[in-house]
T-cell receptor, first 117, second 110 residues
């Protein structure tokens, strides 16, 4: 089954304790992205990756890191989490950004709900 | 001013009603326009996709893009309780990143 998986689904942590949220896709997609979703603000892009070893900042990259060492995995790293990073996080992947329906069909993971105390 | 504005609702309508969801945007270079549907506790899923201006119909759903007014709409005919979800508009310019609206929470009452 084609899917994007995220782990963990729920996480409660404390300020300053490094954490990693994993994301994996089994569709051989080139493009992967991380978003955070907050009430009233919608989905905001944190980082994205056009392919292996190619990553770039989105709209709200501060406090986050990513890496893309393999095509299927795109982990999100919070080196020193703070309470303002409490949010719902989504990983997404798509075949690319060349346009056309295939490029627009971003497949989203189930989400990771993070609470930073 | 946000690049994409969407009324967050909530919007509540009776079953069978026609629903109209809208977004306005400021970047005239946007070319690709999408509507995503997000059920509670799930990730968004692509519902409709339109390139440039015009209408696109898929079953009970119709997407409209008016680039001259920088306005896009999603119409849902014969709305069903299963249509209850948050609807997010999204758009992008060329190969750039997607920009999402805030999402409109829709409830269809039986």
């Amino acid at each position: 089954e084609a899917q994007v998986t995220q782990n963990p689904r729920y996480l409660i942590t404390v300020t300053g304790k490094k954490l990693t949220v994993t994301c994996s896709q089994n569709m051989n997609h080139e493009y992967m992205s991380w978003y955070r979703q907050d009430p009233g603000l919608g989905l905001r892009q944190i980082y994205y990756s056009m392919n292996v070893e190619v990553t770039d900042k989105g709209d709200v990259p501060e406090g986050y890191k990513v890496s893309r060492k393999e095509k299927r995995n795109f982990p999100l790293i919070l080196e020193s989490p703070s309470p303002n990073q409490t949010s719902l996080y989504f990983c997404a992947s798509s075949p690319g950004l060349a346009g056309g329906r295939a490029g627009e069909t971003q497949y989203f993971g189930p989400g990771t709900r993070l609470l930073v105390l | 001013q946000k690049e994409v504005e969407q009324d967050p609702g909530p919007l509540s309508v009776p079953e069978g009603a026609i629903v109209s969801l809208n977004c306005t945007y400021s970047n005239s270079a946007f070319q690709y326009f999408m509507w995503y549907r997000q059920y509670s506790r799930k990730g968004p899923e692509l519902l409709m996709y339109t390139y440039s201006s015009g209408n696109k119909e898929d079953g009970r759903f119709t997407a409209q893009v008016d680039k001259s007014s920088k306005y896009i709409s999603l119409f849902i005919r014969d709305s069903q309780p299963s249509d209850s979800a948050t609807y997010l508009c999204a758009m992008r310019e060329g190969a750039q990143k997607l920009v999402f609206g805030q999402g409109t929470r829709l409830t269809i009452n039986p």
